[in-house]
């Protein structure tokens, strides 16, 4: 069992910056990829980013390219999304969670309880 407790939500205004983390413990967590996902009002959960247990491969959704930065520290047990020139339509629940590699929730075993992100215009 791995739980995974995201913080560094909030609100922020259009072209600012937030840095999310994701604090695991349980299992070994350097077993594992991280990956960052988000849902919208009344949707289904969409991959952000994710990151292999080495943290020398990476993936990002087009929408995020550029912007987003997923990295982590096995050393603390901490996974990280850092969110720069944000928009209004990156407005979420942000989740982390820990699994297989992939773009689907399918591939992730374990999740934690989300963080709003909101972005102001």
């Known amino acids: 069992q791995v739980q995974l407790l995201e913080s560094g939500g909030g609100l922020v205004q259009a072209g600012g910056s937030l840095r999310l983390s994701c604090a695991a413990s349980?299992?070994?967590?350097?077993?594992?990829?991280m990956a960052w996902f988000r849902q919208f009002p009344g949707k289904g959960r969409e991959f952000v980013a994710a990151i292999t247990w080495s943290g020398l491969s990476t993936d990002y959704a087009d929408s995020v390219k550029g912007r987003f930065t997923i990295s982590r520290d096995n050393a603390k047990n901490t996974a990280y999304l850092q969110m720069n020139s944000l928009k209004p339509e990156d407005t979420a629940v942000y989740y982390c969670?820990?699994?297989?590699?992939?773009?689907?929730?399918?591939?992730?075993?374990?999740w934690g309880q989300g963080t709003q992100v909101t972005v102001s215009s």
């Open positions: 969670a820990a699994g297989a590699w992939g773009r689907k929730t399918t591939g992730y075993a374990y």
């Open positions: 349980g299992r070994t967590f350097s077993d594992y990829v």
